[in-house]
């Protein structure tokens, strides 16, 4: 078995695949904030920004950004880390949880080559969210649970190192 063909695809071919999976993601999601993963998610954000509206408001879906690095040499980074270990060089803040609470968040990113960096933002999202919850009456934790989604442009067929909930839309 060889290496597999390379796509080579056009600024147009990408608009188009993120305006064709807008319609489906408005339809089944409904995100009111995209999350994006620096560098490679921010153009997807900014592209699916265009094509969906916030449902209640129609405004614009606000983007935040986080910065996750798998395959970057980093100061501070050891061989051993580089394709192996996540490293969070930026993220929404000191109240990320509370900044998320009751919100219908999809995190962006432009491949998901082995699934690691994916899991890893959503893992800690969620955690900084269940950390937050935990200061609410219990009566309340299910309506604020923030509800999390996956966008990618392109996903490599390819046997993934990490995993997403299977509920994971």
Do not use: C
């Not at 796509?7 to 999976?21: E, L, M, Q």
């Not at 009751?102 to 999202?125: F, P």
């Not at 299910?142 to 067929?157: G, M, Y």
């Amino acid at each position: 078995m060889g290496e597999p063909e390379h796509i080579r695809s056009t600024y147009n071919d990408i608009h188009n695949i993120i305006r064709g999976a807008s319609d489906k993601i408005a339809s089944e999601f409904k995100p009111d904030m995209f999350i994006a993963i620096g560098g490679g998610g921010f153009f997807p954000a900014r592209v699916l920004r265009t094509f969906l509206k916030d449902s209640s408001t129609k405004r614009n879906i606000p983007i935040q950004a986080i910065g996750l690095s798998l395959y970057e040499s980093l100061p501070g980074t050891t061989a051993e880390q580089l394709g192996n270990q996540v490293i969070r060089t930026q993220w929404l803040g000191p109240d990320s949880g509370k900044r998320l609470l009751g919100r219908r968040a999809l995190i962006v990113d432009e491949v998901d080559d082995s699934r690691k960096t994916l899991q890893y933002a959503l893992h800690e999202l969620q955690k900084d969210v269940e950390t937050e919850l935990q200061l609410l009456p219990e009566s309340e934790r299910d309506l604020q649970r923030t509800k999390f989604a996956v966008f990618v442009v392109h996903n490599k067929l390819k046997p993934k190192l990490g995993e997403l909930p299977p509920n994971t839309p």
